[in-house]
Nanobody
């Protein structure tokens, strides 16, 4: 059984910063690409950022230059540093990871963490 647990969401003023964390636990043999998605009310879930096991990254156009994805492979954890936050960044943020466990390789999702950017 593999679990992803996010933390770090909350309420922040425009221009502020937040750091999200997502820790994977359970019967894990390898973690490949890790991703952050977000979903605002009434909208589809969109990719925010992704990072491969080797550290290559890519970002959604709307967050380039403001958000940074990183990972600590020893801790099975991915982070999302969010700077210069805007009201339009308000959404539930979900962690996603491609994980190989015992006898299975599949995508796992966290439960989501709310980020609200408002004055």
């Amino acid at each position: 059984q593999v679990q992803l647990v996010e933390s770090g969401g909350g309420l922040v003023q425009p221009g502020g910063s937040l750091r999200l964390s997502c820790a994977a636990s359970g019967s894990i043999l390898s973690i490949y690409t890790m991703r952050w998605y977000r979903q605002a009310p009434g909208k589809q879930r969109d990719l925010v950022a992704a990072i491969t096991s080797g550290g290559s990254t890519n970002y959604g156009e709307s967050v380039k230059g403001r958000f940074t994805i990183s990972r600590d492979n020893a801790k099975n954890t991915v982070y999302l540093q969010m700077n210069s936050l805007k009201p339009e960044d308000t959404a539930v943020y979900y962690c996603n990871a491609d994980i190989r466990g015992v006898g299975v390789r599949m995508d796992y999702w966290g439960q989501g963490t709310q980020v609200t950017v408002s004055s």
